[in-house]
Protein backbone atom coordinates (compact mmCIF):
# COMPACT_ATOMS: atom_id res chain seq x y z
CA UNK A 1 0.00 0.00 0.00
CA UNK A 2 1.46 3.51 -0.72
CA UNK A 3 1.62 5.53 2.33
CA UNK A 4 1.23 9.16 2.50
CA UNK A 5 3.16 11.51 4.60
CA UNK A 6 2.38 15.53 5.38
CA UNK A 7 4.54 18.25 6.61
CA UNK A 8 4.04 20.14 8.86
CA UNK A 9 1.43 18.54 10.93
CA UNK A 10 0.15 22.42 12.28
CA UNK A 11 1.26 25.36 11.37
CA UNK A 12 0.60 29.24 12.66
CA UNK A 13 0.60 31.73 10.00
CA UNK A 14 -1.34 35.06 9.34
CA UNK A 15 -3.99 36.91 7.28
CA UNK A 16 -2.22 37.48 4.14
CA UNK A 17 0.42 34.79 4.59
CA UNK A 18 2.04 32.78 1.70
CA UNK A 19 1.90 28.88 3.31
CA UNK A 20 2.74 25.62 1.52
CA UNK A 21 2.06 22.31 2.82
CA UNK A 22 3.84 19.10 1.55
CA UNK A 23 3.25 15.89 0.82
CA UNK A 24 4.99 13.00 0.26
CA UNK A 25 4.19 9.51 -1.54
CA UNK A 26 6.22 6.53 -0.51
CA UNK A 27 6.22 5.53 -4.42
CA UNK A 28 5.58 7.73 -7.34
CA UNK A 29 2.04 8.46 -7.94
CA UNK A 30 2.42 10.35 -11.24
CA UNK A 31 0.13 13.16 -10.73
CA UNK A 32 -2.75 11.51 -8.68
CA UNK A 33 -3.20 13.44 -5.86
CA UNK A 34 -5.57 15.31 -4.84
CA UNK A 35 -5.93 18.38 -1.67
CA UNK A 36 -9.03 18.83 0.59
CA UNK A 37 -10.01 21.29 3.13
CA UNK A 38 -11.30 20.29 6.11
CA UNK A 39 -13.30 22.79 9.01
CA UNK A 40 -14.41 21.27 12.21
CA UNK A 41 -17.44 19.91 12.21
CA UNK A 42 -18.14 19.59 8.66
CA UNK A 43 -17.30 17.16 5.65
CA UNK A 44 -14.16 17.72 3.42
CA UNK A 45 -14.44 19.70 0.71
CA UNK A 46 -12.08 19.19 -2.66
CA UNK A 47 -9.38 22.01 -3.59
CA UNK A 48 -7.26 20.55 -6.14
CA UNK A 49 -7.68 17.17 -8.12
CA UNK A 50 -4.88 15.76 -10.83
CA UNK A 51 -2.17 17.66 -7.98
CA UNK A 52 -2.51 21.31 -10.18
CA UNK A 53 -5.97 21.65 -11.43
CA UNK A 54 -8.30 23.72 -9.51
CA UNK A 55 -11.75 22.11 -8.41
CA UNK A 56 -14.78 25.09 -9.77
CA UNK A 57 -15.44 27.71 -7.57
CA UNK A 58 -12.49 27.32 -5.41
CA UNK A 59 -10.22 30.71 -4.94
CA UNK A 60 -7.58 31.10 -6.77
CA UNK A 61 -5.65 31.48 -4.35
CA UNK A 62 -4.43 27.98 -3.93
CA UNK A 63 -2.32 25.66 -6.53
CA UNK A 64 -1.01 22.56 -6.17
CA UNK A 65 2.47 21.64 -7.75
CA UNK A 66 4.59 18.70 -8.17
CA UNK A 67 4.27 14.97 -9.33
CA UNK A 68 6.02 11.68 -8.80
CA UNK A 69 6.67 11.36 -4.88
CA UNK A 70 6.27 14.94 -4.06
CA UNK A 71 3.61 17.57 -3.89
CA UNK A 72 2.79 21.15 -2.21
CA UNK A 73 -0.34 23.46 -1.98
CA UNK A 74 -0.01 26.88 -2.11
CA UNK A 75 -2.20 29.18 -0.26
CA UNK A 76 -0.53 32.82 -1.93
CA UNK A 77 -2.14 35.12 0.91
CA UNK A 78 -4.01 33.62 3.30
CA UNK A 79 -7.82 35.05 4.33
CA UNK A 80 -9.57 34.34 7.52
CA UNK A 81 -11.59 31.33 6.07
CA UNK A 82 -8.38 29.26 5.74
CA UNK A 83 -7.93 28.18 8.96
CA UNK A 84 -8.70 24.70 8.56
CA UNK A 85 -6.98 21.05 8.40
CA UNK A 86 -5.99 19.90 4.82
CA UNK A 87 -5.39 16.90 3.66
CA UNK A 88 -3.76 15.74 0.50
CA UNK A 89 -5.03 12.18 -1.00
CA UNK A 90 -3.69 9.66 -3.62
CA UNK A 91 -5.44 8.19 -6.10
CA UNK A 92 -2.84 6.05 -8.06
CA UNK A 93 -4.32 3.21 -6.42
CA UNK A 94 -6.26 1.31 -3.65
CA UNK A 95 -6.34 1.82 -1.04
CA UNK A 96 -6.57 5.73 -1.78
CA UNK A 97 -4.60 6.79 1.31
CA UNK A 98 -4.82 10.12 2.88
CA UNK A 99 -1.97 11.91 4.98
CA UNK A 100 -2.61 12.58 8.26
CA UNK A 101 -3.26 16.20 7.40
CA UNK A 102 -2.09 19.62 8.71
CA UNK A 103 -3.71 21.88 10.90
CA UNK A 104 -3.74 25.61 10.09
CA UNK A 105 -4.02 27.80 12.96
CA UNK A 106 -4.42 31.20 13.47
CA UNK A 107 -1.02 33.14 14.61
CA UNK B 1 -25.45 19.88 -8.37
CA UNK B 2 -24.84 16.63 -6.74
CA UNK B 3 -26.33 16.44 -2.97
CA UNK B 4 -25.72 13.31 -0.52
CA UNK B 5 -28.12 12.36 2.04
CA UNK B 6 -27.28 10.01 4.88
CA UNK B 7 -28.06 7.80 7.53
CA UNK B 8 -28.05 4.63 9.70
CA UNK B 9 -27.87 4.05 13.38
CA UNK B 10 -25.56 6.08 15.61
CA UNK B 11 -24.85 3.42 18.34
CA UNK B 12 -24.09 -0.06 18.13
CA UNK B 13 -22.72 -2.40 20.54
CA UNK B 14 -19.51 -4.43 20.31
CA UNK B 15 -19.83 -7.22 17.91
CA UNK B 16 -22.82 -5.78 16.11
CA UNK B 17 -23.27 -5.02 12.37
CA UNK B 18 -22.70 -1.06 11.33
CA UNK B 19 -25.00 -0.36 8.25
CA UNK B 20 -25.29 3.28 6.80
CA UNK B 21 -27.24 4.44 3.69
CA UNK B 22 -26.25 7.29 1.11
CA UNK B 23 -28.82 8.72 -1.32
CA UNK B 24 -27.50 10.79 -3.92
CA UNK B 25 -29.77 13.55 -5.37
CA UNK B 26 -29.25 15.33 -8.57
CA UNK B 27 -26.53 14.55 -11.31
CA UNK B 28 -26.49 11.39 -13.11
CA UNK B 29 -25.85 8.30 -11.06
CA UNK B 30 -23.78 6.56 -14.07
CA UNK B 31 -21.59 9.48 -14.27
CA UNK B 32 -19.96 8.30 -10.72
CA UNK B 33 -18.80 5.70 -8.01
CA UNK B 34 -19.45 5.76 -5.12
CA UNK B 35 -17.22 5.81 -1.62
CA UNK B 36 -17.00 5.36 2.15
CA UNK B 37 -14.52 7.43 4.36
CA UNK B 38 -14.38 7.23 7.95
CA UNK B 39 -12.81 9.57 10.37
CA UNK B 40 -12.16 8.57 14.34
CA UNK B 41 -12.84 11.53 16.83
CA UNK B 42 -9.40 13.94 16.23
CA UNK B 43 -8.30 12.41 13.80
CA UNK B 44 -7.35 11.96 10.31
CA UNK B 45 -9.09 10.48 7.16
CA UNK B 46 -9.44 6.62 6.33
CA UNK B 47 -10.58 5.43 2.65
CA UNK B 48 -13.23 2.51 3.78
CA UNK B 49 -13.75 1.30 -0.13
CA UNK B 50 -15.51 2.46 -3.37
CA UNK B 51 -18.06 0.83 -5.63
CA UNK B 52 -18.52 1.64 -9.36
CA UNK B 53 -22.22 2.29 -11.11
CA UNK B 54 -21.48 -1.64 -12.45
CA UNK B 55 -20.97 -3.18 -8.76
CA UNK B 56 -17.72 -3.92 -8.68
CA UNK B 57 -15.68 -3.01 -5.48
CA UNK B 58 -12.84 -2.31 -4.08
CA UNK B 59 -11.80 -2.34 -0.35
CA UNK B 60 -9.06 -1.16 2.45
CA UNK B 61 -7.56 -4.61 3.00
CA UNK B 62 -7.21 -3.53 6.83
CA UNK B 63 -11.33 -3.55 6.44
CA UNK B 64 -12.04 -5.90 3.72
CA UNK B 65 -12.96 -8.74 5.69
CA UNK B 66 -15.67 -7.04 7.43
CA UNK B 67 -16.73 -4.52 4.82
CA UNK B 68 -19.52 -4.32 2.29
CA UNK B 69 -20.54 -1.43 -0.15
CA UNK B 70 -23.66 -2.21 -2.61
CA UNK B 71 -25.25 -0.06 -4.71
CA UNK B 72 -29.06 -0.02 -5.24
CA UNK B 73 -29.26 2.26 -8.76
CA UNK B 74 -33.06 2.14 -9.24
CA UNK B 75 -33.01 4.23 -5.82
CA UNK B 76 -29.76 6.15 -6.44
CA UNK B 77 -28.64 4.35 -3.05
CA UNK B 78 -25.60 3.07 -2.20
CA UNK B 79 -24.91 1.27 1.28
CA UNK B 80 -21.69 0.22 3.92
CA UNK B 81 -21.89 -2.93 6.15
CA UNK B 82 -19.48 -2.92 8.56
CA UNK B 83 -19.52 -6.57 10.54
CA UNK B 84 -18.34 -7.06 14.61
CA UNK B 85 -17.66 -3.78 15.22
CA UNK B 86 -15.41 -2.70 18.03
CA UNK B 87 -14.53 0.40 19.79
CA UNK B 88 -12.01 1.14 17.39
CA UNK B 89 -14.80 1.26 14.39
CA UNK B 90 -15.83 4.19 16.48
CA UNK B 91 -15.74 7.38 13.56
CA UNK B 92 -17.67 9.97 11.67
CA UNK B 93 -18.62 8.12 8.12
CA UNK B 94 -18.94 10.14 5.22
CA UNK B 95 -20.24 9.06 1.80
CA UNK B 96 -18.79 10.50 -1.16
CA UNK B 97 -18.55 10.50 -4.79
CA UNK B 98 -15.99 9.46 -6.45
CA UNK B 99 -15.27 11.11 -10.16
CA UNK B 100 -13.12 8.65 -12.16
CA UNK B 101 -11.28 10.35 -14.97
CA UNK B 102 -8.01 9.40 -16.91
CA UNK B 103 -6.24 11.71 -14.57
CA UNK B 104 -6.65 10.14 -11.29
CA UNK B 105 -10.23 9.74 -9.61
CA UNK B 106 -11.43 12.57 -6.74
CA UNK B 107 -14.14 13.25 -4.43
CA UNK B 108 -15.88 16.20 -5.43
CA UNK B 109 -19.05 15.78 -3.31
CA UNK B 110 -19.61 14.69 0.44
CA UNK B 111 -22.37 13.49 3.08
CA UNK B 112 -22.63 15.20 5.75
CA UNK B 113 -21.41 12.57 7.82
CA UNK B 114 -22.82 9.71 10.28
CA UNK B 115 -21.25 9.73 14.10
CA UNK B 116 -20.95 6.42 14.81
CA UNK B 117 -20.29 4.96 18.22
CA UNK B 118 -19.47 1.61 19.24
CA UNK B 119 -19.74 0.94 23.17
CA UNK B 120 -21.25 -1.35 25.57
Known amino acids: DIQMTQSPSSLSASVGDRVTITCRAS??????LNWYQQKPGKAPELLIYAASSLQSGVPSRFSGSGSGTDFTLTISSLQPEDFATYFCQQSYSTPRAFGQGTKLEIK | QVQLQQWGAGLLKPSETLSLTCAVYGGSFSDYYWSWVRQPPGKGLEWIGEITHGGSTNYNPSLKSRVTISILTSKNQFSLNLNSVTAADTAVYYCATVRPTTRGDYHDYWGQGSLVTVSS
Open chain 1, 27 to 32: QTINSY
